[in-house]
C-alpha cells in the first residue's frame, strides 16, 4: 500500500507544483524563487521546456510542454477512476487487457507525434495537451493498479 500511497500523492502533488511554479513566476518574472526554480529544473529533467510547445500564462512559460501538461493533470483523474470504483466489472469489462487499454488510450497522442513526424508542423498546443490527457489518465490508473496489486 505503501508504493500505491506515494503514487496518489504525487499524481496530486507534482501537477500542483507545477502550477504553483508557473504562479510563482508569472507574479515574479525578473526574480522568481528558488523554489520555483528547482521546479522549473526538475521539470527540465522529464520535458524538452521548448517555448513554441508550451502554454504561456501572463508572459510565463509553464514548467512542461503542452503535452507533458495533458499527461500531467490528467493523472489525478486516472488515480481517481481507480479509487471511485469499488464495484466488480462486468463481464465484458473484465475481458479489457490493461494494455489492450493502454493502446487505445496512446491512439490520440500518437496521431499528434505522426501529424509532427510526418512533415506536416506542429499541432497546436490545445491539441497536443487535450491528446494527452487519455493517456495521462490511463497510466496513472495502470500504475496504481499495479502498485495495489503488489503492496
Not at 487499454?101 to 506542429?122: D, H, Q, R, S
Not at 487535450?130 to 499495479?146: E, F, I, R
Amino acid at each position: 500500500m505503501l508504493i500505491a500511497r506515494l503514487l496518489v500523492v504525487g499524481a496530486l502533488a507534482w501537477p500542483t507544483m507545477l502550477g504553483a511554479a508557473l504562479w510563482d513566476r508569472a507574479q515574479h518574472p525578473a526574480a522568481p524563487s528558488a523554489w520555483a526554480t528547482v521546479v522549473y529544473l526538475a521539470a527540465s529533467r522529464v520535458c524538452h521546456q521548448q517555448s513554441e510547445r508550451s502554454f504561456h500564462t501572463e508572459g510565463a512559460q509553464w514548467p512542461v510542454c503542452a503535452r507533458c501538461a495533458g499527461l500531467y493533470l490528467a493523472a489525478p483523474f486516472g488515480i481517481a477512476g481507480f479509487l471511485l470504483r469499488r464495484r466488480p466489472l462486468r463481464a465484458g469489462m473484465r475481458r479489457l487487457q490493461p494494455s489492450h487499454v493502454f493502446l487505445v488510450a496512446a491512439i490520440p497522442t500518437a496521431l499528434t507525434l505522426a501529424w509532427e513526424w510526418g512533415g506536416m508542423g506542429t499541432p497546436p498546443n490545445l491539441v497536443r495537451a487535450t491528446s494527452a490527457l487519455p493517456l495521462g489518465a490511463v497510466v496513472a490508473w495502470m500504475l496504481l493498479t499495479v502498485t495495489h496489486q503488489v503492496d
